[in-house]
């Protein structure tokens, strides 16, 4: 027999919204010219740039790893550093992709809390960075997660403190927007205001784990960076041949405001999940929940628990479990997950 479970692992887990796999079955039919010169993807690019109020440029790639790696490759020279807090993915969980595509670029975790960069901490390693010194990596970009690895979402000045920072040092600004419209859609904002209003000028714009299907894509909104990415996505393998299918997700994904439908959704049962726990003794929250990812503190014993009662959650350290709703996550589950948390905290 096999044991209920109930799945808070990744949003990864979910399942693809209808209207993505039904864009997909659209796609598929007559011929279109291979590797982005079709209509769907020049038509992906006038929809972005109108969604983003500025002429954008659009890559779409098959993972966020790739997204971030050969966007940060394209921003600056081998021997460069990329700033960034210590808890970002491309710190943390890329195995370096971001030092491998980048040809030695490196990768510089600075201090700060709940995943973010702190611009106190930035400025302090500009200062000291040795700026022109051959011993030294050069500084050329910094990388904001949002929402963070750690669930909380930067704010609009938040994000235009730090750009402001790495304006003065000529750092290009990346955002890693695996969770970009979670964030989008707790901050109440417009695409522009998150982004190159506030001085982004590449975001690694995440599809899949908000009920997409195979696709991120990586969006550039300044047209020095543009010029070369085709090269170091193409050498990295990462050019989709058939890409009018890969347009037809992300196309998808943003019309009719789908993306923000799905991150709402997410979002309001981490917010539910969120307010049960902060009710529960024994069980504390690390970090604000402001997308649709908790970490939450509990005793070993009580970690063990839920996981001997079906609850799928990834590990973060002996006392600490991060759940993670999706798209799809249901009000019962939510309910579920919170009995064996009341049931087991405590223990
Ligand atoms: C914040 C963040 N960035 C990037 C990625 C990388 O995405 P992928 O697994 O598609 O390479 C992830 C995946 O978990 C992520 O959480």
Redesign the pocket.
Known sequence: MTQHTLEFRSD?CGSAAPEIVDALVRANQGTAIGYGADDLTLKLNETLSTIFETSVRVFPIP????A?ALALASTGTPFGAVFCSQEA?INT??CNAVGFFGSGLKVTPLGGIHGKVCPESLETHLNNAGFGQAHKSQPVAVNL?QAT?LGAVYTVEEISRISALARTRKLTVHM?G??FANALAYLGCRPAEMTWKVGVDILSLGV?KNGGLLS?AIVVFNPEIAENIGFHLRRGGMIWSKMRFASAQILAYVENDLWLKLARQSNAAAQQLAAGIQNTPGARLIAPVEANELFVEMSANALDHLARDGVLYYRRGPQLARFVCRWDTTENEINQLLTLIVRHAHT
Not at 63 to 66: A, F, K, M, R, S
Request: overall charge negative; proline content about 0%.
């Open positions: 990864n993972t966020g790893t790739g971030n993915h969980s890329e997660v690895d890693d695996a969770r899949t991120d």
